[in-house]
C-alpha cells in the first residue's frame, strides 16, 4: 500500500510562514488534500486537489505538489492556526492519510 | 445547513458488536459518496470504509475488513457501520464524512480521487472489558 510521511511537528514564528511536507513516491502524480485538526473538533478541510481552498478557509492557507513532496504552506501564521495538520490521497481503492503534524505558533 | 450526526458509540466487550449511524441533513444525501474515518486516542486519523452513492462500490482498510460492513440507506440520508468481533484496537472516535469523488488527468493516465469536504463530530467507541 502507498505510504506517505509527514514531519511530527513544526515550529512557526507569529506571523511567519510555516511549511509542511507531506513525503511520498511520485507523490506529485496524485492529488493530495489537507486537514486541519484542533483538540477535540472534527477535522476541517483546508486544501483540496493540491492547491484549491473551500470556501471560508483564509488565503493564508495554500497547496502544492510536486515530484516526491506534497507541501501546505501557512502564511502570516496565527495562534488560532495551531492545530494537527493531515495530508490525504486516495491510492487505487484505498485512503491514505499522512501521519500528521503539529504545527505550533510561537 | 450541510450536517452530519453520528450516533450510537458507546463501551463493548472484546467480540461484541456494534452498530453506528450517521444522520445527513442539508444536502442531496444520494448524489454523495460516504466514508467512515476513525482516530484512535491520542493517534492519527485512519480510513475504515467507503460507500458510493447507490451502495454499489464498497472498500474497507485492511485491519477492519470481515468484521465491519457499512450500509447506506438514501430514503433515510442516513449511513451506518456494523461492526463484529470488536477488538481493543478498535477503541477510536470514529467519524462520518462526505465524500467528494472525482476523476483527474495526470500525464496520460486518468486516475480517481476522493476527499471529505463535509465531518461530522464524531461517535466513541470503547472497547473493553
Known amino acids: 500500500s502507498y505510504e506517505v510521511t509527514q514531519p511530527l511537528s513544526v515550529s512557526v514564528a507569529l506571523g511567519q510562514t510555516a511549511r509542511i511536507t507531506c513525503g511520498g513516491n511520485?507523490?506529485?502524480?496524485?492529488?493530495v488534500h489537507w486537514y486541519q485538526q484542533k483538540p477535540g473538533q472534527a477535522p476541517v478541510l483546508v486544501i483540496y486537489?493540491?492547491?484549491n481552498r473551500p470556501s471560508g478557509i483564509p488565503e493564508r492557507f495554500s497547496g502544492s505538489n510536486s515530484g516526491n513532496t506534497a507541501t501546505l504552506t501557512i502564511s502570516r501564521a496565527q495562534v488560532g492556526d495551531e492545530a494537527d495538520y493531515y495530508c490525504?490521497?486516495?491510492?487505487?481503492?484505498?485512503?491514505?492519510f499522512g501521519t500528521g503534524t503539529k504545527v505550533t505558533v510561537l | 445547513q450541510v450536517q452530519l450526526v453520528e450516533s450510537g458509540g458507546g463501551l463493548v466487550n472484546p467480540g461484541g458488536s456494534l452498530r453506528l449511524s450517521c444522520a445527513a441533513s442539508?444536502?442531496?444525501?444520494?448524489?454523495?459518496?460516504m466514508t467512515w474515518i476513525r482516530q484512535a486516542p491520542g493517534k492519527g486519523l485512519e480510513w475504515v470504509s467507503y460507500?458510493?452513492?447507490?451502495?454499489?462500490?464498497?472498500y474497507y482498510a485492511d485491519s477492519v475488513k470481515g468484521r465491519f460492513t457499512i450500509s447506506r440507506d438514501n430514503a433515510q440520508s442516513s449511513l451506518y457501520l456494523q461492526m463484529d468481533s470488536l477488538k481493543a484496537d478498535d477503541t477510536a472516535v470514529y467519524y462520518c464524512?462526505?465524500?467528494?469523488?472525482?476523476?483527474?488527468?495526470?500525464?496520460?493516465?486518468?486516475?480517481?480521487?476522493?476527499?471529505?469536504?463535509?465531518w461530522g463530530k464524531g461517535t466513541t467507541v470503547t472497547v473493553s472489558s
Open positions: 464524512a462526505r465524500d467528494v469523488s472525482y476523476n483527474y488527468y495526470v500525464s496520460g493516465n486518468y486516475y480517481n480521487g476522493h476527499y471529505m469536504d463535509v
Open positions: 442539508g444536502f442531496i444525501f444520494n448524489d454523495y459518496y
Open positions: 460507500i458510493n452513492s447507490r451502495g454499489g462500490t464498497i
Open positions: 511520485n507523490i506529485g502524480s496524485k492529488n
Open positions: 486537489r493540491d492547491s
Open positions: 490525504q490521497l486516495w491510492d487505487s481503492t484505498s485512503c491514505v
